[in-house]
């Protein structure tokens, strides 16, 4: 038996599932990119909602491309269960929050339908940093002027992918694609729609098979769609709302509701996202499958506490950095999660331009030492060689794979010269840094450190190193 509508009474008792009729209402949210990261965070912060007798909170979830996923939860009825665990304890939750899915790349136009339904009042976006395209602004678009059309209410859209402004980012893309034709429902969209900016924060890995086999283990029934997730989790959104009564509600579920998104954003981009991707790379050229893995070692462990503390923090408006900076490092080391460093190290190219380059700035501003950041970037080069120290090869998963290859292929003939071309990326380091001979200089020091070396040599000689 598997996971279902009609197997979910059979569930021990002890796993909270929905008590609330999950049939008798249209979806209020629309969410676009339906990954592990929405179905154990968002997801169920509207469960509570639903929980609590609100009916405006299902969710009609939209997977981009691969059909794959929609397909399983369909099966499913949309029902999924997450595991909880951390150092306070394991327990199992369904949340059923889910009620309808489709695939933008092969069903657009119900898509397009479920943005112009009259039920809706949200539509939330998780389709990663590569995900900001003509052709998602234009999905958007098309449902927005079907709703303006029809005479119906504006609505939430709220980007939570993990960039920084990501609300402006989504609306200055909406607007780029409306053509002179849509002065109305331009006007209309500046009017009634509302597009906050919002930092959302849970570490939730990709589901495993190890993970489907405990769900099965726990809830006696078959769940294809099991996620495993940590007990904490954060989601700060700007007080910017198509109904502003929006924003108590959110806040009674946990929310914090804000209008300085900005510092949790900033601080969450450079000191999680920023160590995450430092660490993935490390493991991921050193042969250490896992995040806890490498924080686990003593030498990473300290690589890491002095990033955010010395390189990080200067720059943040956020005041309790190092209690932040305690809470993430132990995360990290959360057994039960086994985030792949591999999972993490996709889509580099994309992440690590909001990732670091803001804290190496600010040193270089400060005239203070960016050695951290400088050994992760040389880390970076080695990792594009796609085979790890102990002979182990990988792939890389990058819309720039191919590029980077390219760059790193010659990394150990022409190390100099390979930096060069690395750093001199404008898409990877911004503006500023590609000129600053003085960053070309650290990072071409650790880069041949590292080649002769190896990685965790070159950590324990920066940790020697008094900076
Ligand atoms: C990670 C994030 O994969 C990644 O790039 O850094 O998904 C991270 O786990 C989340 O942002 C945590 O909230």
């Known amino acids: 038996m598997h996971l279902s509508a009609h197997s979910l009474s059979t569930l021990p008792a002890d796993i909270q599932t929905p ?24 997801a169920m912060v509207f469960d509570q909602l639903l929980a609590g007798g609100d009916t405006r909170w299902g969710i009609h979830g939209v997977g981009m491309t691969r059909p794959d996923l929609v397909n399983q939860l369909r099966a499913q009825d949309g029902l999924y269960a997450v595991r909880i665990a951390d150092g306070q304890g394991v327990k ?24 112009a339904a009259p039920s809706t009042r949200w539509v939330t976006l998780t389709v990663t940093e590569k995900g900001y395209t003509p052709a998602l602004a234009q999905l958007l678009l098309d ?16 980007s939570c992918d993990n960039l920084q402004g990501n609300g402006h980012k989504l609306q200055a893309l909406v607007k780029a694609a409306a053509t002179p034709q849509d002065a109305d429902v331009l006007g209309w969209l500046d009017a009634h729609c509302a597009f906050p900016c919002s930092m959302v924060d849970r570490i939730v890995p990709a589901a495993t098979s190890e993970v489907m086999a405990a769900a099965q283990e726990a809830l006696g029934v078959q769940d294809q769609c099991a996620l495993s997730t940590e007990g904490f989790w954060e ?48 493991g991921a050229v050193t042969g250490r499958p896992f995040i806890a893995s490498c924080i686990g070692e003593p030498h990473i462990r300290s690589f890491v506490h002095r990033l955010m503390s010395r390189e990080v923090a200067p720059h943040l408006s956020r005041s309790d950095w190092a209690d932040y900076r305690d809470a993430l490092i132990a995360r990290f080391g959360n ?35 960016f050695e951290h950041h400088a050994l992760a970037a040389a880390v970076f080069l080695c990792y594009t060689l796609g085979v790890d120290e102990q002979g182990q090869a990988y792939t890389l998963n990058d819309p720039q794979t ?12 022409e190390p100099e010269a390979c930096v060069h ?30 080649l002769q070396h190896g990685v965790d040599a070159a950590i324990q000689h920066l940790l020697q190193q008094e900076v």
Do not use: C
């Open 92 to 115: 199992w939750q369904v949340p059923g929050t889910l009620w309808r899915m489709n695939v933008a790349a092969t069903e657009r136009d119900a898509v397009v339908q479920a943005i």
């Open 402 to 413: 191919e590029s980077l290859m390219a760059l790193g292929a010659a990394q150990r003939n």
């Open 143 to 158: 449902g927005l002027r079907l709703r303006q059309q029809a005479g119906l209410s504006g609505i939430t859209i709220a």
């Open 335 to 369: 057994p039960y999660l086994k985030h792949s460093v591999h999972q993490i190290a996709t889509d580099s190219s994309q992440k690590i331009p909001q990732r670091w380059p803001p804290s190496v700035l600010g040193q270089i501003a400060q005239g203070t030492s």
């Open 235 to 282: 989601w700060v959104i700007e007080d910017r709302f198509a109904d502003p009564l929006d924003a108590a509600l959110l806040q009674s579920a946990g929310v914090r509701v804000t209008g300085d998104v900005h510092s949790y954003e900033e601080a969450k981009l450079r000191m999680l996202n920023g160590s995450h991707s430092a660490m993935a790379l490390m």
């Open 421 to 450: 071309a690395l750093l001199a990326r404008e898409d990877l380091w911004g503006k500023a840094l590609p000129s600053n001979t003085a960053w070309t200089a650290r990072v071409t020091h650790w880069h041949q450190q590292i």
């Open 19 to 42: 008590a609330y009729d999950r049939t008798a209402h249209d979806p209020g949210v629309v969410h676009l990119g339906l990954g592990a990261f929405h179905r154990a965070h968002q």
